[in-house]
């Protein structure tokens, strides 16, 4: 079971070091650290997406700047309380890592099997482009989900923006940065990096299938 939840989520990036290790947490005498990586799109504009390691999983301090890093995981969400307010924070947790291989053909992947918990939201572009927007929970090992923002267009967001809420869906696509200027309370304006999947394949979840199936 544990296993199957664990085939919901997979990713695999494929770039280079863009800023070093930095301690994050301890879990059980277990540190963990996290750098962000420089990953290539086809456009030749590049997405900075910050890797959570494991320290018994690779020597930190090889991971310099510009090493070749080749990474296979998960897209994982926790949140960040700071005063009364909550922000949901996305990082890639390696499982896997390598780095003395070439750049893959593709070097950022991603396949999600989740649930729709929040309503879409549908909108056009002033040029007329679709996009919809969506959050989508994954089930993870020990009771616990991941909450990830996800992005269609076109077709896919014509799909996506009538899902109901609970609604099963598995999809594809690519995991995007984004810089955006947030308002403070004070009336500062702060730069800040968002992340989500940008979708290139979506239908209907597992889990859906199997029960039409049997109803069939």
Sequence with gaps: ????????????????????????????GEGFYI??????????NDDILPVTVSERLVDV???????????????????????????????V????????????????????????????VYRTTPFGREITDLLI??????GKSDYIPCIAWGRNA?????????????????IQSRLYQKRLEDGEVEERTAYEVSVSKIGPGRQETLEEGAKK
């Design 1 to 28: 079971m544990e296993n199957n939840k664990a085939e919901n989520n997979r990713v695999s990036l494929s770039g280079r070091v863009a800023e070093e290790c930095v301690f994050s947490h301890e879990v059980y």
């Design 35 to 44: 750098f962000k990586m420089d990953v290539r799109r086809l456009s030749d």
């Design 61 to 91: 301090n090889s991971l310099k700047k510009g090493t070749a890093v080749t990474v296979k995981g998960q897209l994982r969400s926790y949140n960040h309380y700071s005063g009364n307010k909550n922000r949901l924070i996305l990082t």
């Design 93 to 120: 947790f390696a499982r896997e890592i390598e780095t003395d291989g070439e750049t893959e053909a593709n070097p950022n992947e991603i396949y999600l099997n989740g649930f729709v918990c929040k309503p879409p």
């Design 137 to 142: 929970a994954v089930n993870r090992s020990y």
């Design 158 to 174: 014509k799909f996506s923006g009538g899902l109901d809420v609970g609604r099963n869906i598995e999809l594809w696509g690519r």
